[in-house]
């Protein structure tokens, strides 16, 4: 009885050994790693004081992320996500294919969901080909194609476990100019950092994955929160902006106070007398739950 069960047990091992061998491990792209695609993109064009839209396909081509800076051409959204999908389905950046056409292999335009422009860049990790990210509506086509290696980089960057994250400063002086009109000190993937300058009332706002930490530093405002919002309208992905508020809960808000609106709250400066100064730390939550 003993020769046969040794027989069983060789017959479970090659068949095992068989198994794995049709079936090959390889890297996916998360819903994280497609927002810290994007995250480095929109940062690098902020720097740049241009426009521009940002997509991240999976290797199939199917959409995980799709950002547009306000005053982007419309149609860019779309565009940029035809480039990210060619780059991942031919595991090329587009650039290759408008150089070849435009040596005069005209035939390849008649490709079925193909977009061959400047701007589309695979994301690799490990040396697997994970997705691609398309950029469309910068300044140029060369500043696209930047754009979006800039932001592949990002992903392909190195990790080591148990690394320290770096540690960033930002210059006083950047701190001073940002506060003079209001705008961003740093933006990552799950949080951001904003130096937010008012002088009037503004709209009210909704952001569905950003919980707001307020901290006032000079000024003062009346604060309105929750609510039934007027007029809403989507301006972007997971942003909503109203007109006014119906109901809610009315603050006055002043030097000092710290004040937290979850994700999902509306927000309206309904009365701002004078100038308001005040930092803004947007914490991104997962998967639309609050963080």
Do not use: C
């Not at 150089?99 to 977009?115: H, N, P, Q, S, Y």
Request: glycine fraction near 10%; hydrophobic fraction near 45%; avoid cysteine.
């Amino acid at each position: 009885m003993q020769l046969p069960r040794q027989l069983a047990a060789l017959a479970v091992l090659i068949v095992s050994t068989q198994a794995h061998a049709q079936v090959a491990e390889k890297r996916a792209l998360t819903l994280a790693g497609a927002e810290k695609v994007v995250v480095s993109a929109l940062s690098e064009a902020r720097r740049l004081k241009t426009t521009g839209a940002v997509a991240v396909v999976d290797d199939g081509g199917n959409l995980l992320a799709l950002e547009r800076i306000d005053g982007t051409f419309a149609a860019a959204g779309r565009i940029s996500t035809g480039k990210a999908r060619t780059a991942a389905l031919f595991k090329k950046p587009t650039r290759a294919f408008e150089e070849i056409i435009g040596k005069g292999r005209t035939a390849m335009v008649a490709l079925e969901d193909f977009t061959p422009l400047q701007g589309g860049i695979p994301l690799t990790v490990d040396g697997q080909i994970v997705g691609a990210v398309g950029v469309s509506g910068a300044a140029s086509a060369q500043q696209d194609e930047e754009l979006a290696v800039a932001a592949a980089a990002a992903l392909a960057a190195p990790s080591s476990p148990g690394a320290e994250a770096p540690v960033t400063i930002v210059p006083h002086d950047k701190v001073a100019a940002a506060f003079q009109h209001g705008s961003p000190l740093l933006e990552v993937g799950d949080y951001k950092v904003h130096a937010s300058h008012r002088t009037s009332p503004g709209q009210v706002e909704i952001h569905t994955r950003d919980t707001d930490i307020i901290h006032v530093l000079k000024g003062q405002a009346t604060l309105v929160t929750g609510g039934t919002v007027i007029s809403p309208q989507p301006i972007q992905p997971e942003e909503i902006r109203g007109a006014s508020v119906q109901g809610g809960e009315v603050r006055r808000i002043t030097e000092g106070d710290v004040i937290v609106v979850p994700n999902g709250v509306p927000h309206w400066f309904r009365e701002v007398p004078g100038p308001l100064d005040y930092y803004v730390v947007k914490v991104r939550a997962q998967n639309g739950s609050t963080p």
